[in-house]
Nanobody
Framework: VQLQASGGGLVQAGGSLRLSCAASGRTFSNYVMGWFRQAPGKEREFVAAITWTGSSSYYTDSVKGRFTISRDTAKNTVYLQMNSLKAEDTAVYYC???????????????????WGQGTQVTVSS
């Protein structure tokens, strides 16, 4: 299984970025796809997740209304659209995949068995 994250970069506060996570190596129909982030000196933090079927998505409070997670099953890709970015969104962003039901509503990441390599998002204030 491979999860390839991309789309990070440097953006000014208030700007937007779209992260992509290309998934391959297995069928993900029974999986939850999540985005996590880790800022320097801080613990990994849950950002958003979506079931592969698209039946459910959820977000951490700090990104609600600004970030949108989606997936394109034909492309085996999960996206994180990030709008109104803030300096505190600066982090390395990781995509991850976890089997349902274990990963459902898991915000710790412990039940996500597959992780991508991370993509850096830097928001300048």
């Amino acid at each position: 299984v491979q999860l390839q994250a991309s789309g990070g970069g440097l953006v000014q506060a208030g700007g937007s970025l779209r992260l992509s996570c290309a998934a391959s190596g297995r069928t993900f129909s029974n999986y939850v796809m999540g985005w996590f982030r880790q800022a320097p000196g801080k613990e990994r933090e849950f950002v958003a997740a979506i079931t592969w079927t698209g039946s459910s998505s959820y977000y951490t409070d700090s990104v609600k209304g600004r970030f949108t997670i989606s997936r394109d099953t034909a492309k085996n890709t999960v996206y994180l659209q990030m709008n109104s970015l803030k300096a505190e969104d600066t982090a390395v962003y990781y995509c991850a995949a976890g089997r349902r039901p274990y990963a459902t509503y898991d915000t710790s990441g412990e039940n996500y068995g597959y992780w991508g390599q991370g993509t850096q998002v830097t928001v300048s204030s």
